[in-house]
């Protein structure tokens, strides 16, 4: 019993390891110009989520999807690289200046393509295993 944990904990510790991750990257920011509303940026960046044409780049820390609400509504999709803050902040409705701000940090693979983020695979995987088991 106790090896076969141990063989789903390393699995899940090395599964990946020599590959890096990736996060789509993008933003989508509304705006109203002499009365009428516009967009800019990838419009499949907004939720529902389309990554059609949306840009995967590397990701070795955390993915992130933001949601900014207020006079210039905006979404934007990125990896989180801040090297100033080392880890990425969980926000959910946080005002500010009469902007309203959520911010969802992931780390699986492609993981912030959701509207809410979660838990990456592997670790879902491992957790309902261990639970199998005991």
């Known amino acids: 019993m106790q090896a076969i944990l141990v ?15 990736q996060c789509y990257n993008c933003t989508l920011l509304s705006m109203t110009f002499s009365g009428q509303e516009m967009q800019v940026g990838e419009k499949g960046c907004q939720d529902p989520f389309n990554n059609l044409n949306i840009t995967l780049v590397p990701c070795e820390t955390s993915c992130v999807k933001s949601i900014s609400e207020g006079s210039m509504p905006s979404i934007r999709r990125w990896c989180y690289d801040e090297p100033s803050i080392p880890e990425c902040t969980q926000l959910e409705n946080f005002e500010i200046m009469g902007i309203t701000v959520s911010q969802y940090c992931c780390t699986g693979d492609k993981c912030n393509n959701a509207g809410a983020v979660g838990l990456s695979l592997i670790l879902a995987i491992t957790a309902a295993i261990t639970a199998l088991l005991f």
């Open 7 to 21: 063989g789903i904990f390393l699995v899940a510790a090395f599964c990946g390891a020599d590959a890096t991750m």
